[in-house]
């Protein structure tokens, strides 16, 4: 019998999408991602932490089938991915509804409508970072 950690999962499976809810930084990503597609700079911004480690929370739940990307010259924007299942359509929408009162993610939102560059060619030209 194969060892756990190599056996193949379905990406939208439970243990797999739970396990993308419950990291802080991911759950302050998608949070962020309901108010539309946002650029990584934004992102690290508003999360102030490095490229780095904001690209290893999105390829997680890029991974998971939580987030999808676009490439706009230097930089990946990012969007919340469709629902593909009734289980994760009701976690997307513990997110509306369950994190509303959580500080931390209101001050994100207030954040990230103040410092986009998302709405213009700023990624593009390395502009939104400076």
């Known amino acids: ?23 802080r930084t991911r759950l302050r990503i998608l949070n962020i991602l309901r108010t539309g597609e946002t650029c990584v700079c934004d992102l690290m911004r508003v999360l102030e932490a490095p490229q780095a480690k904001v690209s290893r929370h999105l ?8 987030v999808e990307a676009r490439k706009e010259g230097l930089w990946h924007h990012y969007r919340l991915a469709k629902a593909k299942s009734p289980f994760h359509q009701k976690l997307l929408e513990c997110v509306d509804c369950c994190l509303s009162d959580v500080p931390e993610l209101n001050r994100d939102l207030k954040l990230i409508q103040r410092t986009s560059c998302s709405a213009g060619d700023a990624c593009a030209s390395g502009k939104c970072c400076d």
């Open 1 to 23: 019998m194969p060892h756990a950690a190599t056996q193949p999962r379905t990406p939208a499976s439970a243990d797999t999408l739970f396990k993308a809810f419950s990291d």
């Open 59 to 66: 390829a997680y739940l890029r991974r998971a089938g939580l």
